[in-house]
């Protein structure tokens, strides 16, 4: 089993910044493609941005310039800096990461609260 766990969601103001965090743990072999979703109020769930083992990046227009994805393969995490936050990037943020066992359905967490106030 591999447990997902998102953190460093919060409120803060248009223009201001956060880290979001997500580490996974468990059963975990060639953990391989890490990515960031969200889902804003009365919306489908998005792709925000995803890294491949080889540090390969693809983002959403929308965050193209102000977020970055990274990634920390010892410690089996992911990170995305949010910077200048607009109230439309408000969402739960979701982390899904892939192994070769698991394919293209991944495992999630349980999402993190971002609420960007104007």
């Known amino acids: 089993q591999v447990q997902v766990m998102e953190s460093g969601g919060g409120l803060v103001q248009a223009g201001g910044s956060l880290r979001l965090s997500c580490a996974a743990s468990?059963?975990?072999?060639?953990?391989?493609?890490m990515g960031w979703y969200r889902r804003a109020p009365g919306k489908q769930r998005d792709m925000v941005a995803t890294?491949?083992?080889?540090?390969?990046?693809n983002y959403a227009d929308s965050v193209k310039g102000r977020f970055t994805i990274s990634r920390d393969n010892a410690k089996n995490t992911v990170y995305l800096q949010l910077n200048n936050l607009k109230p439309e990037d408000t969402a739960v943020y979701y982390c899904?990461?892939?192994?070769?066992?698991?394919?293209?359905?991944?495992?999630w967490g349980q999402g993190t609260q971002v609420t960007v106030s104007s």
């Open positions: 899904q990461v892939r192994t070769v066992i698991s394919g293209s359905s991944g495992y």
């Open positions: 468990g059963s975990i072999f060639s953990l391989n493609f």
């Open positions: 890294i491949t083992s080889g540090g390969t990046t």
